[in-house]
């Protein structure tokens, strides 16, 4: 393993910013990415507890959550860091650290992380539409 799990801190914003512009470019093909601001990073993750991937002290991937609700809000890998088990530690890292049941919501058309999380044992327990589309609300016990 060449990274680090490390808690969020502000000099990380910039280029987590820059991950989650990209990330979301990347896997959310369905969505007019010319909506997606580096801006959109500060919204989603205000109030809540984060947890950072580095490689080399440089930010691949985050973790986003409110724990009062056990909800996992974000999780995000840099694209060209995929498939090296970067997504999966933040998420044992993060549940590690939460209560159960644990709750996230997946955009049905986002296949790639429906099949991860389910591959990982969540499963899903109810669906619902969102301003980005359809979304399932996976839950693990």
């Known amino acids: 393993m060449r990274w680090t799990i490390v ?5 990380y914003a910039e280029p987590l910013r820059l991950l989650y512009l990209r990330a979301r470019q990347r896997a959310f093909t369905w969505l007019d990415a010319a909506q997606f601001s580096l801006e959109d990073f500060d919204a989603v993750t205000r109030g809540e507890t984060i947890l950072v991937v580095l490689n080399q002290a440089e930010p691949v991937g985050f973790i986003a959550w409110w724990p009062p609700d056990n909800f996992i809000h974000s999780l995000f890998v840099a694209p060209e860091q995929h498939g090296q088990g970067i997504g999966q530690a933040l998420l044992q890292a993060c549940l590690a650290r939460m209560g159960r049941p644990a709750t996230l919501k997946c955009l049905q ?3 790639r992380a429906l099949g991860f999380y389910r ?5 899903i327990t109810a669906e619902g539409d969102s301003s980005e589309g359809p979304y399932f609300l996976l839950t693990l016990r």
């Open 7 to 11: 808690e969020y801190v502000p000099q």
């Open 109 to 111: 058309q986002n296949t």
């Open 119 to 123: 591959a990982l044992g969540w499963t």
